[in-house]
């Protein structure tokens, strides 16, 4: 099956997380059918001090002004050289990369937004920017990005996370088998492996410890037999899988209980060292709230550290 063309959009801002998040993205998504856009908001003002220019008290500042703009986009275009070299390093064609840099007339937030709107595919962002301490008091882009964008699949990257294993979180069936097609559509799918994640009520294996993690891939006795619980369906999810090219014996699956799902998630994610959480939208909210917005102990914001985390629609 001949699979689509991708187009992914990088907003990046010059910092070694945009750097990372920009190799993560080409180290995914396959080279030989994708198109890596690199992405800037350039947000200076060039007519910047020219309304009071002939006023001696700021002529004088002008020509630092200017050195100063002249620096920034120096070290800006720097960046974009390395990232579009870090890229074809991993066997991309040229053709396949590009540089974007557009001039700011609105927020960097609906600049991004209004570009992702050109027939992107996805949108793979650093977690923080430049200015950590902003995004700790303000929000950072990427918590603002998955708040607005329902449309396509937006990957936000911490540190520098593995590439060869994704744990697929699933809490409601529909969520779950569109993941599964989300990914199977992005992704060469057999190049990795992937683990079905589900914290149930139904404490169909119960986890103490990290070191008690094991996968299982028998058949789960689960005594809750609602909407609630998805156990049932897991066969189903891992027939999708394999539908989309992905071997038997690269597919796990876990069922554990616990009273919170993101810590339960992110244990697991932390005892088998899973660089990618695969996400619904309606579960990344708790995401947000206990991990990425700082909510959360400061032990399980550890556990976040060089994961990409994949909200999907």
């Keep these: 099956m001949v699979k689509q063309k991708l187009k992914i959009l990088i907003p990046v801002d010059g910092s070694e997380q945009a750097l990372h998040a920009a ?6 998504f396959p080279n030989d059918r994708s198109e890596m856009v690199l992405f ?11 309304s009071i220019s002939g006023n001696p008290l700021y002529d004088a500042q002008m020509k630092n002004i200017d050195k100063w703009m002249a620096a920034d986009h120096k070290v800006m275009n720097q960046f974009m050289d390395k990232a579009v070299d870090r890229i074809l390093d991993l066997d991309y064609p040229e053709s396949a990369v590009s540089v974007k840099i557009k001039k700011k007339e609105d927020r960097v937030l609906d600049e991004i937004i209004r570009e992702a709107r050109d027939e992107y595919d996805a949108v793979v962002v650093g977690k923080t920017g430049k200015s950590r301490l902003k995004d700790k008091f303000i929000g950072s882009l990427a918590i603002k990005l998955a708040g607005k964008m329902n449309l396509i699949p937006l990957i936000i990257v911490d540190g520098a996370p593995g590439t060869d294993k994704l744990l697929l979180s699933v809490d409601r069936r529909e969520e779950a088998f569109k993941s599964i097609y989300s990914i199977g559509a992005l992704l060469d799918i057999q190049n990795f492996s992937i683990a079905i994640c589900h914290v149930a009520r139904c404490a169909a294996k119960k986890i103490e410890s990290a070191d008690d993690f094991e996968y299982n891939s028998t058949e789960h006795d689960c005594p809750l037999r609602d909407v609630e619980c998805i156990c049932p369906s897991i066969g189903s999810m891992k027939e999708c899988l394999i539908d989309s090219g992905i071997l038997s014996s690269k597919i796990t699956d876990l069922v554990v209980s616990g009273a919170n799902p993101v810590s339960s998630t992110l244990e697991l994610t932390q005892a088998k060292q899973f660089g990618s959480i695969i996400v619904g939208r309606r579960a990344f909210v708790p995401f947000v709230e206990e991990v990425i917005s700082g909510r959360y102990s400061q032990k399980m914001l550890k556990k976040m550290e060089n994961v990409a985390l994949w909200v999907v629609n």
Excluded at 23 to 28: E, G, L, R, S, W
Excluded at 40 to 50: S, Y
């Design 23 to 28: 190799v993560y993205a080409a180290k995914m």
């Design 40 to 50: 800037h908001v350039d947000a200076q003002n060039p007519d910047l001090g020219k």
